[in-house]
């Protein structure tokens, strides 16, 4: 028995994640966290009815955007209209979109090119005319 690519196996958890109404509460930090390392990561709100995979996935979803929306000042979200996002994670993951429009409560607009810091950096970098 061959198994399943890394690939098709996060295309099967986003797709179970999409499915789920709900998730399960996780908190992401498995490495700990920049202010303090110590931090676990934690699975909670398991019972006999709701741990599956889809619920898992959809709940790490939004632990990650929970987690990113508590690094950043409640004054970033005044007067916003939506976010303005960037990177493969969220490019080639649908349900981290879903879930970052949920917890931010704004729309997510992807950036039109990939590889935005190397576009960026080249832009940068490139001569420019004088005025």
């Known amino acids: 028995m061959v198994s399943p690519g890394r690939d098709a196996i996060y295309a099967r958890l986003n797709e179970l994640g999409l499915a789920a109404k709900d998730g399960l ?3 992401p ?3 700990g966290e920049r202010h303090n390392e110590s931090l676990r990561g934690a699975i909670s709100g398991i019972d006999l009815n709701n741990f599956d995979l889809g619920r898992l996935s959809r709940g ?3 632990g990650i955007m929970e987690s990113l929306k508590q690094m950043l000042p409640e004054a970033v979200f005044r007067h916003r209209t939506g976010i303005a996002a960037s990177g493969n994670a969220l490019r080639q993951n649908r349900l981290l979109v879903e879930v970052a429009e949920e917890v931010f409560q704004l729309p997510v607009r992807m950036c039109d090119r990939p590889e935005e810091a190397a576009c960026g950096a080249a832009i940068l970098a490139a001569p420019h005319p004088r005025a």
């Open 60 to 62: 790490l979803a939004k």
């Open 29 to 31: 930090n498995f490495l």
């Open 25 to 27: 509460t996780v908190v």
